[in-house]
């Protein structure tokens, strides 16, 4: 067994500490610094799209153009080159026509939109421990709660961001302010056909809403376990159960509405009708990812002596499972679009494996799913604390460049690769996330003692 002596289970007080303290906001500083160098470095030289609304236009037109010469080329994939030996003709890629700081709201928007789901897939994370009545998390639970604390920043950004930038990075916002009918010159029957999802009232309302659900939910489930460890009982506990319950079940529909408006729409000729699924499957390993580092570093400093090699190998399992699990998803979604060769499907990966976006492509399956697969196949490797701590950081990298990749070649289009920009950027939002992590750990006990199920946390065993 893997305890063989009395467990004390006592309270535990994280002290933030003035040296964790410095790292965050030398983390910030050194982002905010490389941030604005790489604004004023960036290169602005499409200077004839500042005018918006012509930008938009010419964006259209030139869309359609590549939508509809794409509806001749049978196979898109190029597998049948003598049957269709003539290629498609070319077009000037539409993005070149959007101002430069299109870039900036599509970094801003990868950033905010990538903290946002790890923020409320914890909470997620929390509230299946709930329904499932599982013990062996409880005395880990106070890191998933407190990584939700950041959930409203990253929420108010990404608004903030899309109403600023929605007409700079959404094909669709150009073409709704067309108004245009059928035989009309730059009429598209496929973004015609989506107005009534893809319009600017659903889209702002959407983007608004959905968040606002979600912060009312953590702040109840966080009430809950501040009551639980206030009073005692099993009524804050049940209660958590019922609000957990009713969570998740909203959290799957809000969720797949939230990550279509704001990521499928960046490619508004192409859906998936796993991409939900895909984007959860993103920011959940990412939120497992930082649970582990976070229980480690806590460990590191002699807490959670309630957590031992037995949670430690739960959680190696479960990044590893659900790394399998992303590309599980992944390759679904590929291999079903490369089957069908229907055309405004395959432009989402024809652009992606043109040359100047195809290393972060690869680079998603390599940082994804090669390295966690072959680092964590073993049990020993998923109780190595400096294993996980080199994995969970790899797939950290590895998810962000995955909401990158799904941002900015329908966003932007044109090659801006990462830059000065987009690492101050997210350096800033990694600083602002583990301040926030870190103070809200200092807030209450590491350690729910009142949790019902702590005593089966405290003894958890796996029994191999």
Not at 231 to 258: C, D, H, M, Q, Y
Not at 297 to 323: C, P, R
Not at 423 to 442: H, K, R
């Amino acid at each position: 067994m893997a305890h063989g002596h009395k467990i004390e289970i006592k309270e535990e007080n994280f002290i933030f500490t003035p040296k964790a303290k410095k790292f965050t906001f030398m983390l910030l500083g050194l982002g905010l610094l490389l941030t604005i160098v790489g604004f004023f470095t960036m290169p602005k030289e499409n200077h004839h799209a500042h005018d918006s609304h012509h930008a938009a236009t010419e964006v259209e037109h030139h869309e359609n153009a590549a939508h509809a010469a794409t509806k001749h080329h049978v196979d898109p994939w190029g597998e049948n080159q003598v049957n269709n030996p003539a290629p498609p003709p070319q077009v000037e890629d539409p993005a070149s026509h959007k101002p430069w700081y299109s870039r900036v709201y599509a970094t801003l928007l990868v950033n905010s939109y990538f903290f946002l789901i790890i923020s409320i897939t914890a909470l997620f994370f929390v509230g299946l421990q709930y329904i499932a009545n599982a013990g062996w998390s409880a005395s880990i639970k106070r890191v998933p709660e407190a990584m939700a604390s950041f959930l409203p920043i990253a929420a108010i950004v990404m608004i903030i961001v899309l109403i600023m930038g929605k007409d700079y990075l959404y094909h669709w916002a150009h073409y709704e302010h067309e108004h245009l009918k059928p035989g009309d010159a730059g009429y598209d029957k496929i973004l015609s056909s989506k107005s009534w999802f893809l319009n600017s009232k659903m889209f702002i309302g959407g983007i608004v809403l959905i968040p606002l659900i979600w912060f009312l939910f953590k702040k109840k489930l966080q009430s809950l376990s501040v009551r639980e460890d206030k009073v005692g009982g099993v009524e804050p506990f049940k209660l958590s159960i019922k609000w957990s319950a009713g969570f998740t079940f909203i959290f799957a529909f809000s969720f797949s509405i939230l990550s279509w408006l704001v990521i499928m729409s960046v490619d508004a000729h192409w859906y998936s009708t796993i991409f939900s699924i895909y984007n959860f499957a993103t920011g959940f390993v990412s939120t497992l990812a930082i649970i582990v580092l976070t229980v480690l570093f806590l460990k590191s400093q002699g807490y959670l002596n309630l957590v031992t090699d037995e949670h430690i190998h739960d959680l190696g399992k479960f990044m590893f499972a659900f790394s399998v699990f992303w590309t599980y998803i992944w390759l679904s979604q590929y291999l079903l679009i490369w089957y069908a060769q229907i055309p405004e499907e395959v432009m989402y990966y024809q652009n992606r494996f043109e040359a100047k976006w195809s290393p972060f492509f690869f680079i998603n399956i390599v940082l994804n799913f090669i390295v966690p697969f072959l680092f964590l196949m073993t049990r020993d490797a998923k109780r190595n604390p400096k294993i996980l701590v080199l994995v969970g950081t790899i797939i950290l990298l590895g998810h962000w460049n995955d909401v990158f990749l799904m941002v900015m070649p329908g966003s932007i289009g044109s090659w801006a690769g990462i830059g000065l920009f987009e690492i101050g950027t997210t350096m800033v939002f990694a600083g602002g996330f583990i301040y926030m992590l870190l103070s809200s750990l200092s807030k209450q006990s590491l350690v729910p003692v009142n949790h019902p199920y702590i005593e089966e946390s405290a003894h958890h065993d796996v029994g191999i």
